[in-house]
């Protein structure tokens, strides 16, 4: 029986991006995201959604996922998620260019969707 060698620790791994000479587009779907709110303690939901396209390295998913998990009991602001997720896939991974849209779940009658990309302009 083999050894998993994937990360579970909350850390992003990657790997080599089979197709390093062509531009194409990688989106991640997560319809179950968690954090916590830091001003209530209550749970808050949403959808996050990841579109890169990759430069020397690709985002392993299931380390991802771990990954996303680690904010489940964080007490974190919506606006936080977003940059943080970004700002995180970039320092794994230095892709050509990656949005991070969070669409979150309807509180006190007002949805929120917050969106940030890096570079700020798409290639």
């Not at 007490?75 to 320092?91: C, K, S, T």
Request: charged share 25%; proline share 7%; hydrophobic share 35%.
């Amino acid at each position: 029986m083999s050894e998993n060698t994937f990360k579970t620790d909350g850390s992003i791994d990657s790997f080599e991006n089979p197709h390093r000479g062509r531009d194409y587009e990688i989106e991640f779907v997560a319809p179950e995201f968690t954090s916590m709110c830091p001003m209530t303690g209550q749970p808050d939901f949403g959808t996050l959604t990841v579109t890169y396209t990759p430069e020397a390295r690709c985002i392993e998913l299931r380390s991802f996922k771990y990954y996303l998990q680690t904010f489940r009991d964080r007490g974190i602001f919506y606006e936080d998620v977003v940059n943080q997720v970004l700002d995180d896939i970039v320092a794994a991974i230095a892709p050509r260019w990656v949005m991070v849209t969070g669409q979150f779940s309807t509180r006190g009658g007002i949805s929120t969707r917050i969106t940030a990309t890096h570079p700020e302009e798409a290639p």
